[in-house]
Nanobody, 117 residues
Framework: QVQLAESGGGLAQPGESLTLSCAAS?????????????ISWYRQAPGSARELVAR???????DFADSVKGRFTISRDQTKNTAYLQMHNLTTEDTAVYFC??????WGQGTQLIVSS
């Protein structure tokens, strides 16, 4: 069974940068999984619905929510079975729990980001 684990959250100040990681594990089925499937990052702020932040398709093409375009990038390292969400120029509006997801396969448990001065 493939499992996803996010890391890299924490406390940041407005304007700072932070990178979240999403590592896939679970034996042979997880090997090369990012070559076969796209991966998405979602976030859920307190009192709000979960929203799509960014995704990278198996082809490598990317898509971003309007609220993070130009500030966030998404990438993957297939040799490490890890995907990344690089976040720049953070604002308090980015405060949320961030989840990675492979459609139909797995969700991570989430990592919390708090942006506060």
């Amino acid at each position: 069974q493939v499992q996803l684990a996010e890391s890299g959250g924490g406390l940041a100040q407005p304007g700072e940068s932070l990178t979240l990681s999403c590592a896939a594990s679970g034996g042979r089925r997880s090997e090369g999984i990012f070559r076969l499937y796209g991966i998405s990052w979602y976030r859920q702020a307190p009192g709000s619905a979960r929203e799509l932040v960014a995704r990278i398709l198996s082809s490598g093409s990317t898509d971003f929510a309007d609220s993070v375009k130009g500030r966030f990038t998404i990438s993957r390292d297939q040799t490490k079975n890890t995907a990344y969400l690089q976040m720049h120029n953070l604002t308090t509006e980015d405060t949320a729990v961030y989840f990675c997801m492979i459609l139909g396969i797995a969700w991570g448990q989430g990592t919390q980001l708090i942006v506060s001065s």
